[in-house]
């Protein structure tokens, strides 16, 4: 048995997918098979109970309260913080804000540390490969100070251009704010070897983790970024609940992001001193309840560990991209040599939209469309992908029916 094999082996799909109670039901009168991961996961029974039992048990605003159900709920708030301390390695929990969501991760530090730190004619380097939320923040940010944006390029087979990364470096570059797992191809960006280059010519990095957090190991520290952005709803947890790491000493130096409760020390009408890190960018009452389940699903993960879970998904994205090349007409769109367990792509004279909506009739879940990425859509000149993204908890049987769908519906729409 290989390596990858035995990990593989340590996944025991069926038993995991009873954990989760919405792949139980139909859609359309079909068994649901679920294969929009990449958007959102679906959640297990763990993180759905610990929803319940906060309501249930200790709902209660946080941070201020001296009754127990107010201690109790802080205590739980807090522990979240740890479990994500733990699960990117940060070196303190004052480096964990939590936010809404990646969006409101990129957005904090566009208006805050990049806000101060940068003036007109500085530069910022995204990726052609980038998520809206990874661009438009920083158009409104050159829009306002004069900076300006450059684009690493995206190659034929869907990786990032390094040498014309290397050539847009300078010391005009101040800060670079780059995808680790674009959410449209599937690719894993070097984002390693791309925050040390980016340091030797004295800029900071942030990497969007929206996509690899639930897939890669992370590890801040080992990464050196400056910061890192991921949201819960993408690691089987729950929706409206984000973090973004930054390093303490940037953290102390920026401004707050909003202002209000919470995020003070002291309030007068002669002046306001902020609150320690990190509460100083947490303003008014945080989504609790979603914070303290987001625990749930990161022992989830834990307990199954990225290895057996990437090892799992590896061999379904091995098995599918097989499959899906048998389909005449059919052109994966992202064939980089690292991929996580993503496929996009496109198929002659149909429109993927026509694919989504005849395989949701047969119960199968795809994505269709831009993918948030419309840049990455142009520069393949194509209007958008229809897009299969699994998890730990698909299998091949699922795959199997994903590609005899696909061959009808084709068939249906040709
Ligand atoms: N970046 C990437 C790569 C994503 O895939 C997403 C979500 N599709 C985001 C950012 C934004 O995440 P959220 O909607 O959770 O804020």
């Known amino acids: 048995m290989t390596a990858a094999a035995s990990l593989e082996a340590m996944i025991d799909v069926h038993a995991l997918r009873q954990q989760f109670p919405i792949l139980a039901r139909e859609v359309k009168g079909k068994p649901l098979v679920y294969f929009d991961n990449a958007a959102t996961s679906q959640k297990p029974r763990l993180v759905i109970d610990a929803l319940v039992n906060y309501y249930s048990q200790f709902n209660a605003n946080i941070h201020r309260g001296i009754h127990s159900l107010a201690e109790e709920a802080t205590a739980a708030y807090e522990a ?7 699960f990117v390695n940060a070196a303190s929990r004052e480096e964990i804000v939590f936010t809404r969501g990646t969006t409101e991760s990129i957005n904090l530090v566009a208006y805050t540390w990049a806000r101060q730190e940068l003036k007109a004619g500085d530069e910022i380097i995204v990726s052609g490969m980038e998520h809206h939320s990874n661009i438009v923040p920083w158009q409104m940010l050159c829009a306002e100070k004069g900076t300006v944006l450059k684009v690493i390029p995206v190659t034929d087979n869907g990786e990032l251009d390094m040498d014309a990364f290397r050539k847009l470096l300078s010391q005009r570059t101040k800060f670079v704010s780059v995808v680790q797992v674009s959410n449209a191809l599937g690719t894993v960006n070097p984002v390693q070897q791309i925050i040390r280059e980016a340091h030797a010519a004295g800029a900071k990095v942030l990497v969007d983790g929206a996509q690899s957090a639930v897939h890669l190991d992370i590890d801040v520290q080992a990464l050196d970024a400056d910061f890192f952005a991921f949201s819960s709803h993408k690691v089987y947890g729950p929706t409206g609940v984000g973090v973004l790491y930054g390093k303490k000493e940037l953290l102390l130096a920026m401004p707050p992001f909003q202002g209000g409760g919470e995020m003070i020390k002291q309030v007068s009408f002669d002046g306001t001193t902020y609150a320690d890190l990190p509460y100083k960018f947490e303003a008014g009452t945080p989504n609790i309840a979603d914070t303290v389940a987001f625990k749930a699903a990161i022992n989830f993960v834990n307990s199954i560990g990225k290895a057996a879970i990437r090892a799992h998904e590896n061999d379904l994205l091995a098995y599918a991209s097989e499959r899906l090349k048998t389909i ?5 769109i992202g064939q980089a040599k690292e991929k996580v367990s993503v496929i996009s792509f496109v198929v002659d004279k149909v ?6 909506i005849l395989l949701d009739n047969r119960g199968i879940a795809v994505r269709t469309g831009h993918h948030c990425a419309q840049p990455l859509m142009q520069r393949f000149g194509i209007s958008g ?7 730990l908890y698909n299998t091949r049987e699922e795959i199997d029916a994903l590609v005899s769908g696909l061959e009808k519906v084709i068939k249906m729409l040709l």
């Open 351 to 356: 429109h993927p939209q026509d694919i989504g």
């Open 328 to 332: 005449p007409g059919l052109r994966i």
């Open 80 to 86: 979240t913080r740890e479990a994500v301390r733990a």
């Open 385 to 391: 992908t229809t897009r299969a993204s699994f998890a």
